[in-house]
């Protein structure tokens, strides 16, 4: 009875050390998600000098939103950016982490090719672009370069082409991520079985067809893992074409993002369509959450 | 046996030949941004406008004085974003170590509901959250401070879970009934025993909090409305804004410099932890 007594008396420890999380989720996150989605049915914003509403409008702003053409727009663009930036990286990193995670390869240098590919994720995204924005500038450095070696006769205006800003909003966010995505696939083909490589080499199988056949099915969960958390991200994309293209998106808005186009709400205070466009972002990032939820099973082997 | 891998497909040598000549070229395309910037920041207006070349010149300390003379506040901003950034971090890992801690040690009837909650809620974007969280911030009189952008940080799914992870594999409850048969309160045990153990994850989560809060431009810029207040990525934003020609080049490749190196010069000296580190957090193993 004594010991039973101890340990209720200890376990109510658990819930005193939670209540700084439990408070500060609460009043900076769970507040704010309630009352985003409270001002979503609200007509609230500034007409010039004007204070509109706020007036219950019930689901007009969603209904504008879906009408209104722009919100798909952005999605397609932001869309569009993250698979000019997704493709090239998944190749990439299932190469490269399949070369620094086979023990055939030892690779002596891994280290440090580990260290330089993930340096840039730790990168300021707005100075990272910034970077680049001057780089690419039509007087920059990689202008000049490419004029005094023959590949254009005048500098080429990187900013205000559609494909080559898209690409280089593609190409930083490619070096920013690829790095991150290489490790965590590397961790991945680390935890298959080595026998059944062993057993592969005894059968002769080429190290193409081990990848092919044998590492690559059973890296599947993490794959999925790795394209929807880098669609999570994706969808927030924000820095770097911000940035790049000073809030405009330009040229055309071809690079404005959903994120971009709900910071422009929040800047003009159009409170109820930023509400709007927030839940709309809510419902599909919750949505890829659970499928994340559910590949990790987490909970399910949980100790207790 | 041996010669079977010669025999189909490439040869080991030939592969490992490729894999280098890959790796070389992404590592180029991974460092060459960073020496570019290292070199123009050390070159005048003047040279820049003559076009690129690959030696540095010498004028870093010139440009960095011109750039501290000028209308942005950027001692201010790297001053800001060190107190935000600093405290970010160490609020984020030392309670986040103490939200894993009560679901990692003890028994209780929530236990399992909260950490399914935390875990369902953990890829979910503060900017999706942010029209609430501005207007009450604005409410409580706390825009236009750093509040906002510290408190926040206690609560953090995902360094809890690497918290908790962590400890799973590194912290045995033997240890605390130990602890507590020698009269250790349980909020000493967690300050004196388990904080101690837990330093290589506490390391490794302080400085991807404090990277993303040193990078974070979003949120502060939403905030933040006094100059001297404003934190570097905003500054950076603002001398985009700028009419950028404008400018003295130099000093805008001395700026984007010194927002980044110092992140880059703590990468170099911790960074075998950081990739170490980075596989834990997110892949279930």
């Known amino acids: ?304 | 046996m041996q010669g079977k891998d010669l025999d189909k497909g490439l040869g080991i040598k030939t592969r490992r030949t490729i894999a280098y000549v890959v790796l070389g070229i992404v590592t180029f395309f991974c460092l060459c941004w960073f020496y570019i910037l290292f070199i123009n920041a050390t070159r005048s207006h003047g040279e820049l406008a003559e076009g690129f070349t690959a030696i540095p010149s010498t004028h870093l300390f010139e440009n960095f004085a011109n750039l501290q003379a000028g209308t942005l506040p950027i001692w201010n901003g790297m001053i800001n974003s060190i107190i935000i950034a600093g405290l970010t971090a160490a609020l984020s890992v030392y309670f986040s170590a103490m939200t894993a801690f009560a679901l990692h040690a003890y028994e209780f009837k929530l236990r399992k509901p909260i950490f399914t909650f935390i875990l369902m809620v953990m890829m979910i974007p503060t900017q999706v959250t942010a029209l609430g969280f501005v207007r009450l911030m604005d409410n409580m009189h706390l825009k236009d401070t750093f509040i906002p952008l510290i408190v926040p940080g206690i609560a953090a799914p995902a360094v809890f879970f690497y918290m908790k992870q962590y400890m799973e594999g590194s912290l045995p409850l033997s240890l605390l009934e130990a602890a507590r048969i020698d009269g250790s309160g349980e909020f000493r045990t967690f300050n004196t025993i388990v904080m101690p153990l837990m330093k290589p994850a506490v390391a490794v989560q302080a400085i991807f909090a404090f990277t993303t809060s040193w990078n974070n431009y979003f949120t502060p810029a939403l905030i933040l409305e006094t100059d001297k207040k404003k934190t570097l990525p905003i500054l950076i934003a603002q001398l985009r804004a700028a009419d950028w020609l404008k400018f003295d080049m130099g000093q805008v490749y001395v700026m984007i410099a010194f927002s980044i190196f110092p992140v880059i010069v703590v990468y170099i000296i911790l960074s075998k932890y950081i990739v170490g580190g980075v596989a834990l957090g997110s892949v279930k193993g």
């Open chain 1, 1 to 304: 009875m004594k010991k039973n007594g101890n340990v209720v008396r200890f376990n109510r420890w658990g819930y005193i050390f939670l209540i700084p999380f439990i408070v500060v989720y609460l009043i900076f996150s769970i507040v704010p998600l309630v009352s985003t989605i409270y001002y979503s049915f609200f007509e609230n914003f500034m007409s010039g000098l004007k204070q509109i509403g706020p007036n219950f409008i019930g689901l007009e702003n969603y209904k504008a939103l879906l009408t209104g053409g722009d919100m798909f727009t952005y999605l397609g663009n932001t869309l569009l950016l993250w698979i000019m930036c997704f493709i090239p990286q998944i190749v990439l990193s299932l190469i490269l982490g399949y070369w620094f995670s086979d023990s055939r390869m030892n690779l002596k240098a891994a280290p440090f090719f580990k260290t330089v590919i993930y340096m840039p994720n730790l990168i300021m995204a707005s100075a990272f672009s910034m970077l680049f924005f001057t780089l690419f500038a039509d007087s920059g450095p990689i202008n000049s370069l490419l004029v005094s070696i023959g590949i254009f006769d005048e500098p080429y205006s990187f900013m205000s082409h559609i494909a080559s800003t898209r690409i280089l909003v593609a190409v930083m966010n490619l070096i920013m991520w690829f790095g991150n995505t290489t490790i965590l696939l590397m961790a991945g083909m680390m935890g298959i079985d080595g026998e059944l490589f062993e057993a592969a080499q005894v059968d002769g199988a080429t190290s193409t067809q081990v990848f092919f056949k044998i590492t690559l099915p059973l890296l599947r969960p993490i794959l999925v893992y790795v394209m929807i958390t880098s669609l999570i991200g994706g969808l927030q994309l924000f820095d770097v074409p911000q940035i790049l293209t000073n809030g405009t998106g330009d040229p055309m808005r071809s690079s404005m993002t959903l994120i971009m186009f709900l910071n422009k709400h929040l800047y003009s205070k159009n409170y109820g369509m930023s509400g709007a466009l927030s839940v709309y972002m809510l419902i599909v990032t919750a949505i890829l959450s659970f499928i994340v939820f559910r590949i990790n099973n987490y909970g399910a082997d949980d100790r207790r």
